[in-house]
């Protein structure tokens, strides 16, 4: 059976022992599981004095991180596109957990260059120290923003890549990076004649065939990823990891082993058909790319599990550059899947490697990320801020 080159060499990296992840680190002992909670997760941690910016923090895996980073006394700003959806969000976290800590609410349209700046500017001016940035606003959407590019790429990828590039003066010396990805390990659109130039087109006009395969939003995730990796590299004081939380949905409040029981029912071919479209995407997800996760598919507040614990876990700092997921191996090119050639299972909140960019293309890509943003960076004084600030 024939297994896709790209994917072997993932795995073969993947099966690395993590203590040997890089060089002088500490060997890596911790995990979480599927079944486990962001609450879970935070449970005896004591995050007084640390503000976190959270950016698409409305709602879904993000209410969760943010409710249970409250809960361990983080001081939040909840950056939304639509600010009255963050500050429902803020009145539940405050009746919730009685935080006495800072939570605040930001407009931020990461669609728009403009808003950004004008955020960063607000932020700077009352925070001029930032612990971490959250970056885990994203959108399916292929629509042309106002700035003329491809909604999924400017949300997802170049919005956040200027966000953190605006931020970096408040988070070097201390500050964390966190980029909310995906499980792109067959990302569409790379190959080896991929470009700055191609990358830059499906950017900035609507690649018709991307677009028809559902592409753009894997695409933008393997980016984001990439993205973390480049910072880490360039900013030697600013912790840059990304992460993958996995198939997480709101869902009904059902023991996971009943979950797992009901997911891994051998249904017959006829009886499938009859079920709804979305829990017959679930079976196939859970039983294929995902069949050794304990839960699957995972609750919202597990899926904040592994974004949680990249926020906030100390041992995080010494792993710069990391990818942290799942245990993941490859599928055979004929096998069922739902999301591509490979298959995951627990433990994840652990450094795995991701799929391969090309080193020179991923620092011309990061530059030119800033360039369609609008802030282009000049090599020599970019050198000569990170010394000096």
């Known amino acids: 059976m024939a297994i896709a080159h790209g994917i072997f060499v993932l795995v073969a990296y993947n099966a690395i022992s993590v203590a040997q992840a ?13 079944t486990e909670t962001a609450s879970d997760i935070l449970h005896g ?27 361990a006394n983080a001081s939040l700003i909840l950056a939304c596109r639509t600010s009255s959806k963050c500050e429902k969000v803020r009145q539940q976290i405050v009746a919730t957990t009685g935080t006495m800590a800072l939570v605040e609410v930001e407009q931020l349209d990461l669609s728009l260059q403009t808003s950004i700046t004008d955020f960063v500017n607000r932020a700077l001016a009352k925070h001029p120290k930032i612990d971490v940035l959250i970056n885990s606003a994203a959108t399916y959407g292929t629509f042309m ?39 792109a390990y067959d990302p569409p659109f790379i190959s080896k004649s991929t470009t700055v130039a191609s990358l830059s087109a499906v950017c900035t006009s609507l690649n018709t065939t ?9 695409l933008s995730k393997f980016l984001m990823v990439h993205h973390a990796l480049e910072v880490a590299k360039r900013e030697p004081t600013v912790t840059a990891v990304a992460l993958a939380p996995g198939v997480a949905i709101d869902l009904p409040s059902i023991p996971n082993w009943a979950k797992h029981a ?15 479209e979305a829990f017959q995407h679930f079976i196939k997800a859970c039983t294929t790319n995902e069949a050794g996760l304990e839960s699957c598919p995972e609750t919202l507040a597990q899926g904040a599990g592994v974004i949680v614990a990249a926020a906030s876990w100390p041992e995080v700092s010494a792993y710069s550059g990391s990818y942290y997921d799942f245990d993941t191996k490859p599928l ?16 994840t909140c652990m450094p795995r490697q991701p799929a391969q960019m090309d080193e020179t293309l991923r620092e011309a890509w990061y530059d030119e990320m800033l360039r369609l943003m609008g802030n282009a960076v000049n090599p020599v004084h970019d050198v000569v801020d990170r010394i000096i600030i």
């Open 332 to 347: 055979p090119d004929d096998a069922p899947n739902a999301y591509g050639r490979w298959t995951q299972s627990d433990p």
């Open 210 to 218: 991307l677009n028809a395969r559902g592409g753009y939003y894997g």
């Open 262 to 276: 009901l997911v891994h029912l051998n249904y017959p071919e006829w009886l499938l058909k009859w079920l709804p």
């Open 22 to 34: 890089g060089s002088g680190r500490p060997p890596w002992t911790r995990s979480c599981r599927s």
């Open 145 to 183: 923003t106002h700035d003329n590019l491809v909604g999924a790429m400017e949300v997802n990828l170049l919005g956040p890549a200027l966000l953190t590039h605006l931020l970096l003066p408040a988070l070097r010396g201390h500050g964390r990076v966190v980029n909310v990805a995906a499980a």
């Open 45 to 71: 941690i004591d995050l007084s004095g640390q503000l976190i910016i959270y950016t698409g923090a409305d709602g879904n895996i993000a209410g969760e991180s943010t409710m249970a980073l409250a809960k």
